[in-house]
């Protein structure tokens, strides 16, 4: 498993960092096994897996339930685990409460949590406290209500700087990482070369210090949108989709099960049955 010094080492080496969201077990063991380097339990969970329309909905709980699979399915990565949506905003008490619990019940190796400004106090607890913190900027889906929508950010000279900051004041408070979402690449860019710690792209374009995707997107698996930034890299959904047909015509014709799917008792057994 790979340290958050290792990846220190490899934003170094421009060495790119490889993250992917895993939200159980079979998820986090193919990807374990072709080689990701960071798992993230994202709170996408919510739209991708759970069917929820946005991830607002998803609760600690389910973070914890979906947490411990990955785990399971990757006892030898990374895992980062998403504080979902209300559960780092109040007190921060109660924010230290409900993240101690998700990371110690997840086994996890650190916590992502959106925003700047209002969660810089929330960084600097969680570090101190001995919990890795991976900050994430640019497009919030756990805002995305008030702050209007799936769009691009940091497009004016204006929105750019304040992220340049943010991501700033989110390195200074503690965090060992940033993920950085739909944002213009030369912005991407900026910040990579600013900032100390590795930045993980999505929707950054390719020069940051590494990059992440949804694990259902990158397989084509599921129903839910594509954004612009997303590439296919296989068909899995097709496929499972050809394999369920299949399963439904040789039932119904009687092509499955056949004979070699079938157990049999010897015939003398059979004969005493009926003696
Ligand atoms: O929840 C998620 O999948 C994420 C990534 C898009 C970074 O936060
Ligand atoms: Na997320």
Redesign the pocket.
């Known amino acids: 498993m790979k340290t958050t010094t290792e990846f220190m080492k490899m934003k170094k080496e421009n060495n790119k960092i490889i993250m992917l ?1 895993a939200y159980d077990y079979p998820s986090a063991k193919l990807a374990e096994n072709a080689g990701v380097e960071i798992l ?1 339990v ?4 919510g739209m991708v897996v759970l069917g929820y329309d946005s ?1 607002v909905q998803v609760t600690l709980e389910d973070m914890i339930h979906h947490g411990k699979a990955t785990r399971r399915g990757a006892p030898d990565t990374f895992v980062v685990v ?1 504080m979902p949506f209300g559960t780092y905003h109040g007190s921060l008490d109660t924010t230290l409460t409900n993240a101690i619990r998700l990371f110690q019940e997840t086994n996890a190796q650190a916590l ?1 949590i959106e925003g700047a400004d209002e969660v810089i106090d929330v960084i600097r607890l969680l570090s101190r406290t001995g919990i890795p913190v991976v900050a ?1 900027l640019g497009l919030l ?1 756990q805002s995305a209500s008030v702050s209007g929508g799936y769009k691009v950010q940091g497009k004016t000279a204006q929105a750019a700087q304040k992220l340049i900051e943010d991501a700033l004041a989110c390195e200074a408070a503690g965090a060992f990482m940033v ?1 950085l ?1 739909c944002i213009p690449y030369q912005l991407g860019k900026t910040i990579t070369e600013t900032l100390s710690i590795p930045v993980i792209g ?1 929707g950054a374009g390719a020069e940051t210090d590494g990059q ?1 995707l ?1 694990f259902h997107d990158t397989v084509t698996y599921g129903s839910h949108h594509m954004p612009k930034f997303v590439k296919a890299f296989s068909q899995a959904g097709k496929e499972i989709s050809a394999g369920l047909v299949q399963y439904v015509e040789e039932v119904k014709t009687g092509e499955f099960p056949s004979v070699e799917h079938r157990f049999t008792m010897k015939d003398d057994e059979y004969q005493q049955l009926y003696g």
Do not use: F, N
């Open positions: 969201t993230l994202g709170d996408s969970l991830t998403d992502k994430h889906p993920v979402e999505i992440v949804v």
